[in-house]
Nanobody
Framework: QVQLVESGGGLVQVGGSLRLSCAAS????????MGWYRQGPGKQRDSVAT???????NYADSVKGRFTISRDNAKNTVYLQMNNLKPEDTAVFYC???????????????WGQGTRVTVSS
């Protein structure tokens, strides 16, 4: 059993900041790429930022310069620091991880349940 648990979402004013966290737990052998996706009202789920095990990052153009993704490999945790938030950032943010399960020895993709971010205008 593997779980991704997000935290840190909430309501924030325009220009404010939030820090999201996601911890992977369960029968995990190794965690590879982790990232954050988001889905706004009436929109598809799109990538926000990803980070490899060695720290190589990739950001959506819309968040570049405002968001920073990081990770703590010892804790199997990924973070997303969001600054200068805008109303268009309002969405449910989903944690994503590629990992090898310890029991099955399979490399699989996992998703968190989502945490809601609301930016008020």
């Amino acid at each position: 059993q593997v779980q991704l648990v997000e935290s840190g979402g909430g309501l924030v004013q325009v220009g404010g900041s939030l820090r999201l966290s996601c911890a992977a737990s369960g029968s995990i052998f190794s965690v590879y790429t982790m990232g954050w996706y988001r889905q706004g009202p009436g929109k598809q789920r799109d990538s926000v930022a990803t980070i490899t095990k060695t720290g190589v990052t990739n950001y959506a153009d819309s968040v570049k310069g405002r968001f920073t993704i990081s990770r703590d490999n010892a804790k199997n945790t990924v973070y997303l620091q969001m600054n200068n938030l805008k109303p268009e950032d309002t969405a449910v943010f989903y944690c994503y991880a590629v990992l090898k399960e310890a029991t099955t020895r399979r490399v699989q993709e996992f998703w968190g349940q989502g945490t809601r971010v609301t930016v008020s205008s």
